[in-house]
């Protein structure tokens, strides 16, 4: 199944926010809180949380990871 793990600044990106912007808004509740995490340490979202809340945001993700000019991590 098709479930991208999200991390922060990839959401900035999408949102057009800053990464510290990002936090402010996980901090207020107006953003899901996190569900993943990357190797223990790193919080982030699952791509289907993401959509969940916002499915237009979720789908510029997706558009995102597909975009050939995005550099694997």
Request: aromatic share 6%.
């Amino acid at each position: 199944m098709y479930d991208p793990i999200i991390r922060s600044e990839l959401l900035a990106v999408a949102l057009n926010l800053s990464d510290q912007c990002i936090k402010r808004r996980l901090m207020n509740g107006k953003l899901p809180p996190r569900d993943a995490r990357i190797g223990g340490k790193i919080q982030a979202w699952k791509l289907s949380t993401l959509a969940a809340w916002n499915p237009r945001v979720a789908e510029r993700i997706d558009g995102l990871l597909k975009s050939p000019y995005l550099p694997a991590a």
